[in-house]
Protein backbone atom coordinates (compact mmCIF):
# COMPACT_ATOMS: atom_id res chain seq x y z
CA UNK A 1 0.00 0.00 0.00
CA UNK A 2 1.56 3.44 -0.88
CA UNK A 3 1.39 6.44 1.36
CA UNK A 4 1.50 9.93 0.35
CA UNK A 5 4.32 12.02 1.50
CA UNK A 6 3.32 15.28 3.50
CA UNK A 7 5.74 18.08 4.00
CA UNK A 8 7.89 20.70 2.48
CA UNK A 9 11.42 18.74 0.86
CA UNK A 10 14.80 20.13 1.42
CA UNK A 11 14.82 21.55 -1.08
CA UNK A 12 11.51 23.39 -0.85
CA UNK A 13 12.71 24.68 2.34
CA UNK A 14 16.26 25.91 0.95
CA UNK A 15 13.97 27.75 -1.16
CA UNK A 16 11.91 29.02 1.21
CA UNK A 17 15.08 29.95 3.51
CA UNK A 18 16.45 31.88 0.70
CA UNK A 19 13.57 34.21 -0.50
CA UNK A 20 12.99 34.74 3.04
CA UNK A 21 16.46 35.81 4.12
CA UNK A 22 16.16 37.84 1.14
CA UNK A 23 13.32 39.61 2.50
CA UNK A 24 14.72 40.11 5.75
CA UNK A 25 17.90 41.58 3.83
CA UNK A 26 16.29 43.97 2.48
CA UNK A 27 14.52 44.96 5.28
CA UNK A 28 17.82 45.93 7.69
CA UNK A 29 19.18 47.52 4.91
CA UNK A 30 16.09 49.78 3.75
CA UNK A 31 14.59 50.44 7.77
CA UNK A 32 17.43 52.74 8.63
CA UNK A 33 16.46 55.09 5.73
CA UNK A 34 13.07 54.98 6.78
CA UNK A 35 13.67 55.84 10.56
CA UNK A 36 15.63 58.48 8.91
CA UNK A 37 13.25 59.97 7.36
CA UNK A 38 10.82 59.59 10.02
CA UNK A 39 13.34 62.01 11.97
CA UNK A 40 12.96 64.42 8.92
CA UNK A 41 9.04 64.41 9.38
CA UNK A 42 9.24 64.75 12.90
CA UNK A 43 11.23 68.33 12.31
CA UNK A 44 9.10 69.20 9.56
CA UNK A 45 6.14 68.71 12.04
CA UNK A 46 7.72 70.39 14.61
CA UNK A 47 8.39 73.83 13.20
CA UNK A 48 4.85 73.82 11.66
CA UNK A 49 2.97 74.13 14.40
CA UNK A 50 0.80 76.69 15.63
CA UNK A 51 2.20 77.16 18.53
CA UNK A 52 5.77 77.36 16.99
CA UNK A 53 7.23 80.79 17.23
CA UNK A 54 9.51 80.30 13.92
CA UNK A 55 8.36 82.99 11.31
CA UNK A 56 11.56 83.14 9.07
CA UNK A 57 13.22 81.45 6.53
CA UNK A 58 16.27 82.17 8.84
CA UNK A 59 14.75 80.85 11.51
CA UNK A 60 13.46 77.60 10.07
CA UNK A 61 16.69 76.90 8.66
CA UNK A 62 18.63 77.24 12.20
CA UNK A 63 15.54 74.83 13.70
CA UNK A 64 15.89 72.15 11.15
CA UNK A 65 19.64 72.24 11.95
CA UNK A 66 19.51 71.65 15.46
CA UNK A 67 16.98 68.88 14.79
CA UNK A 68 18.82 67.08 12.20
CA UNK A 69 21.57 67.37 14.67
CA UNK A 70 19.84 66.12 17.40
CA UNK A 71 18.18 63.11 15.36
CA UNK A 72 21.36 62.26 13.75
CA UNK A 73 20.28 63.16 10.48
CA UNK A 74 22.65 62.03 7.90
CA UNK A 75 21.29 61.86 4.39
CA UNK A 76 20.48 65.79 4.28
CA UNK A 77 20.96 69.26 5.75
CA UNK A 78 19.11 72.49 6.26
CA UNK A 79 20.35 73.93 3.03
CA UNK A 80 19.12 70.72 1.56
CA UNK A 81 15.12 72.36 2.45
CA UNK A 82 13.47 74.38 0.07
CA UNK A 83 11.55 77.28 1.50
CA UNK A 84 9.32 80.00 -0.59
CA UNK A 85 7.99 82.65 1.75
CA UNK A 86 6.16 84.49 -1.16
CA UNK A 87 2.57 85.34 0.25
CA UNK A 88 0.80 84.84 3.33
CA UNK A 89 1.65 81.10 3.99
CA UNK A 90 5.90 80.39 4.10
CA UNK A 91 5.88 76.97 2.09
CA UNK A 92 8.82 74.79 3.50
CA UNK A 93 9.55 71.28 1.51
CA UNK A 94 12.10 68.31 0.57
CA UNK A 95 12.41 65.95 -1.84
CA UNK A 96 15.40 63.62 -1.85
CA UNK A 97 16.46 59.70 -2.74
CA UNK A 98 18.36 57.72 -0.45
CA UNK A 99 20.92 54.70 -2.66
CA UNK A 100 21.29 51.67 -0.65
CA UNK A 101 23.70 48.99 -1.62
CA UNK A 102 21.67 45.82 -1.11
CA UNK A 103 24.10 43.02 -2.47
CA UNK A 104 27.20 43.58 -4.61
CA UNK A 105 26.40 45.96 -7.80
CA UNK A 106 22.48 45.87 -6.73
CA UNK A 107 21.20 49.09 -5.02
CA UNK A 108 17.74 49.88 -3.80
CA UNK A 109 16.52 53.55 -4.34
CA UNK A 110 14.31 55.28 -1.91
CA UNK A 111 12.21 58.53 -2.44
CA UNK A 112 11.32 60.81 0.27
CA UNK A 113 9.03 63.72 0.34
CA UNK A 114 7.94 65.83 2.93
CA UNK A 115 5.81 69.60 2.48
CA UNK A 116 4.65 71.45 5.40
CA UNK A 117 2.96 75.05 5.09
CA UNK A 118 3.52 78.04 8.02
CA UNK A 119 1.36 81.02 8.33
CA UNK A 120 4.66 83.62 9.12
CA UNK A 121 2.40 87.53 8.56
Do not use: C
Not at 4 to 31: E, N, P, Y
Not at 64 to 92: C, H, Q, Y
Amino acid sequence: MMHRQKGVSTAGWLLLLGVLSTFVLMGMRLVPAYMEFMSVERAFNAISDPGSKIKTPLAVRKALTKRFNVDNVDTINSADVKIDARGEKMRIWIDYEVRVKMISNIDAVVSFSKEVFIKHR
